[in-house]
């Protein structure tokens, strides 16, 4: 079983950056891939950034060139690093793990979420 804890969020003027972290208890190793989405404030989750288990990376539009996603399976931490932030990429971060094997969901696990306020 995965356990997942996002840190990292706050508060930040526009043009800011953050690096949010998941951490995993287990490990994500076996996690073929890792998400981070968001909730802004009276919206529906979106899938933010998503970063396989071979390293493969991809990006909303939204964030392309302004986010990175990375993953240390040594540390079972996946990161977001935000630059260039701006006041509509306010939301409720969530870290997400997910495992499936010949086309079957094995697990799906999320985090609590952490806060993240950009500020005009």
């Known amino acids: 079983q995965v356990q997942l804890v996002e840190s990292g969020g706050g508060l930040v003027q526009a043009g800011g950056s953050l690096r949010l972290s998941c951490a995993a208890s287990?490990?994500?190793?076996?996690?073929?891939?890792m998400h981070w989405y968001r909730q802004p404030p009276g919206k529906q989750r979106e899938l933010v950034a998503t970063i396989t288990s071979g390293g493969s990376t991809n990006y909303a539009d939204s964030v392309k060139g302004r986010f990175t996603i990375s993953r240390d399976n040594a540390k079972n931490t996946v990161y977001l690093q935000m630059n260039s932030l701006k006041p509509e990429d306010t939301g409720v971060y969530y870290c997400?793990?997910?495992?499936?094997?010949?086309?079957?969901?094995?697990?799906?696990?999320w985090g609590q979420g952490t806060q993240v306020t950009v500020s005009s």
């Open positions: 287990g490990s994500i190793f076996s996690a073929n891939f």
């Open positions: 997400n793990a997910v495992r499936t094997t010949y086309g079957i969901e094995r697990y799906n696990y």
